[in-house]
């Protein structure tokens, strides 16, 4: 129980900042198949796989929500005013979980002309997202209490592309919500919930059968595609996490007020040096966890 719920707070606060995702938290500390093969099993497992699915899910839900709220209690205030340190720290996060990801699926390393148009074409998704993102230098003025048939179609596909996202242990789906714009007015959002400010509810909950909507209809095929096509699957989230290099350092560009892209003089090496700590530590704590069980 303790374990899971570790577990989910670590899974929350990747899932909460843009850099890696719950998905490669989760792979990193060696439960990601069974985080899959849950939702799969509580969408379409008999009983008894629901009831074991609920049951491991609930736990894990529980540390993901101590974990969301309170990093996001924390992110709303800071992100306009620290973003080139968040960033470095983002960053710190992708280096140093990429060979930890190479080394877990080392016996998926085939390379192969199937496997390296994978990786390049997991390069390009995020790198045409984040170049073709009509919010990048405009600010993200979007007031997401007032609602209209346009933003709740917007919120509604970023939240499915979101969870498609997090589930996927390469780039974290508030890296793909700071693309579409939405991660500040998403997180200040949630923030105004908790504090009791209900301006937001609407949109939230659009936001969440968004989400609900996503993870029905992806997490099977995502399952699929690791049991019959894993050596594809995994060069395709290698190169999402080498692409997300560059949502990152474009990242300060959707900001309300934008601000200029990373560069070598706003890059902080210390947060950068922090991300990597960090990695390694959820890597001592998957050891740990194994020499338990």
Same mark, same amino acid.
């Given at each position: 129980?303790?374990?899971?719920?570790?577990?989910?707070?670590?899974?929350?606060?990747?899932?909460?900042?843009?850099?890696?995702?719950?998905?490669?938290?989760?792979?990193?500390?060696?439960?990601?198949?069974?985080?899959?093969?849950?939702? $799969? $099993?509580?969408?379409?497992?008999?009983?008894?796989?629901?009831?074991?699915?609920?049951?491991?899910?609930?736990?894990?839900?529980?540390?993901?929500?101590?974990?969301?709220?309170?990093?996001?209690?924390?992110?709303?205030?800071?992100?306009?005013?620290?973003?080139? @340190?968040?960033?470095?720290?983002?960053?710190?996060?992708?280096?140093?979980?990429?060979?930890?990801?190479?080394?877990?699926?080392?016996?998926?390393?085939?390379?192969?002309?199937?496997?390296?148009?994978?990786?390049?074409?997991?390069?390009?998704?995020?790198?045409?997202?984040?170049?073709?993102?009509?919010?990048?230098?405009?600010?993200?003025?979007?007031?997401?209490?007032?609602?209209?048939?346009?933003?709740?179609?917007?919120?509604?596909?970023?939240?499915?592309?979101?969870?498609?996202?997090?589930?996927?242990?390469?780039?974290?789906?508030?890296?793909?919500?700071?693309?579409?714009?939405?991660?500040?007015?998403?997180?200040?959002?949630?923030?105004?919930?908790?504090?009791? $400010?209900?301006?937001?509810?609407?949109?939230?909950?659009?936001?969440?059968?968004?989400?609900?909507?996503?993870?029905?209809?992806?997490?099977?095929?995502?399952?699929?595609?690791?049991?019959?096509?894993?050596?594809?699957?995994?060069?395709?989230?290698?190169?999402?996490?080498?692409?997300?290099?560059?949502?990152?350092?474009?990242?300060?560009?959707?900001? @309300?007020?934008?601000?200029?892209?990373?560069?070598?003089?706003?890059?902080?090496?210390?947060?950068?040096?922090?991300?990597?700590?960090?990695?390694?530590?959820?890597?001592?704590?998957?050891?740990?966890?194994?020499?338990?069980?």
């Amino acid at each position: 129980m303790i374990m899971n719920l570790i577990r989910g707070f670590c899974m929350a606060l990747a899932d909460s900042v843009p850099g890696v995702s719950g998905g490669t938290v989760a792979f990193l500390l060696g439960f990601y198949d069974k985080f899959i093969s849950s939702i $799969d $099993d509580l969408i379409s497992g008999n009983m008894q796989k629901k009831k074991e699915a609920l049951i491991f899910l609930i736990k894990l839900g529980i540390g993901w929500v101590i974990g969301f709220i309170s990093a996001v209690s924390v992110l709303a205030s800071i992100f306009d005013t620290k973003i080139y @340190e968040i960033s470095s720290l983002f960053m710190g996060f992708i280096l140093f979980a990429i060979p930890l990801v190479i080394k877990e699926e080392k016996k998926s390393m085939i390379f192969k002309p199937s496997t390296i148009v994978a990786g390049i074409a997991g390069v390009a998704i995020v790198a045409l997202i984040t170049y073709f993102n009509p919010m990048s230098g405009q600010g993200t003025s979007i007031n997401l209490s007032v609602l209209n048939i346009g933003l709740i179609i917007y919120v509604f596909i970023a939240a499915m592309f979101a969870i498609s996202a997090m589930v996927l242990p390469g780039i974290s789906g508030s890296t793909l919500l700071l693309i579409f714009g939405l991660y500040v007015p998403i997180i200040s959002a949630v923030k105004s919930v908790i504090t009791f $400010d209900f301006a937001y509810l609407p949109i939230l909950i659009v936001f969440a059968l968004g989400i609900l909507t996503g993870a029905a209809s992806v997490v099977r095929i995502i399952k699929w595609a690791l049991d019959k096509h894993r050596p594809i699957m995994i060069f395709l989230i290698i190169g999402m996490m080498i692409g997300s290099f560059y949502a990152i350092i474009m990242g300060p560009m959707t900001l @309300e007020t934008p601000k200029d892209p990373l560069s070598f003089e706003t890059f902080s090496i210390l947060w950068f040096v922090i991300g990597g700590v960090i990695i390694y530590g959820l890597q001592l704590l998957k050891k740990f966890s194994e020499k338990k069980a």
